[in-house]
């Protein structure tokens, strides 16, 4: 197991994505620490098939973008597992709504920033002080990040390339201590985000205008994060890693 008796907390990590990285993670010998907000019964769902599988995993309600929150999940992550964490993978976010530029208010836009980016800084913040030499950080930004993101999702993709941005900070800053620091730009995933925020002809035409034709499923973006979580990817940093089936070359 490439991540046996590894601590790994996951944001947003009980259901779509979040659910995929978990579920690998724990596959792959590590104690998740599965942290949800709305998601109740997802959570308990993945929470079943870990331990099913013979996996250790626990629960941790919380928003990330409040301090108290992100305080309570290092709290519970440490009582239960100690002190040091080795994988932080930060999938909370979303969308929220597909707004245009007359349509937003500051309000909305802080919003959606709030989710991406904020909750991004405070729990990477929180988390490096329990990590020690061989740490890994995932963080998720998106396709959107890098063109900007399909009509009414300039907020999304602005706070999406801000983590982008963040991303390649943390590895030049937390690189000396041998930490880490990585996110993935996913495109088109079959996931709940586009059931509810894309229509079904837009993934259509972006399935069959992708090198692959076809979306992507959350397993194998899960994939790519249990390869950057293990030493297998003990040489790779600052990276932003393009998970869209050829859609987009950075």
């Known amino acids: 197991m490439k991540l046996q008796n590894k601590v790994a907390v996951v944001t947003g990590g009980a259901r779509d994505i979040g659910k995929a990285v978990s579920l690998q993670l724990a596959a792959q010998g590590a104690k998740v620490v599965i942290n949800y907000f709305g998601s109740v019964d997802q959570a308990q769902q993945t929470l079943s098939e870990i331990k099913a599988a013979g996996g250790e995993a626990m629960l941790v309600k919380g928003d990330m973008t409040k ?3 992100v305080d309570n999940l290092l709290a519970e992550t440490t009582k239960a ?5 080795d994988v932080l993978v930060n999938v909370a976010g979303g969308i929220v709504a597909r707004k245009t530029l007359a349509e937003m208010d500051f309000d909305f836009f802080d919003q959606v920033v709030r989710l991406n980016l904020h909750s991004t800084f405070l729990v990477t913040k929180a988390v490096v002080a329990h990590m020690d030499s061989g740490a890994s950080i995932v963080n998720f930004a998106s396709q959107a990040g890098r063109d900007g993101g399909g ?3 300039a907020a999304y993709a602005c706070s999406k390339g801000a983590v982008m941005t963040f ?3 943390m590895a030049k800053e937390l690189g000396p201590k041998n930490i880490r620091v990585n996110s993935l730009c996913c495109g088109m995933i079959s996931t ?3 059931d509810t925020f894309s229509k ?3 993934r259509k035409n972006v ?4 090198p692959l034709r076809r979306e992507g499923s959350p397993d194998e973006v899960a994939n790519v994060v249990t390869f950057l979580a293990s030493d297998e990817g003990s040489f790779v940093t600052g990276t932003n890693i393009d998970v869209n089936g050829g859609l987009l070359f950075s």
């Open 67 to 69: 301090p108290a929150d």
């Open 81 to 85: 597992y100690g002190d040091k964490i």
């Open 151 to 153: 009509p009414g999702a």
């Open 167 to 169: 991303t390649r900070s």
């Open 192 to 194: 709940t985000f586009h």
């Open 200 to 202: 079904p002809e837009v």
């Open 207 to 210: 399935a069959a205008g992708t």
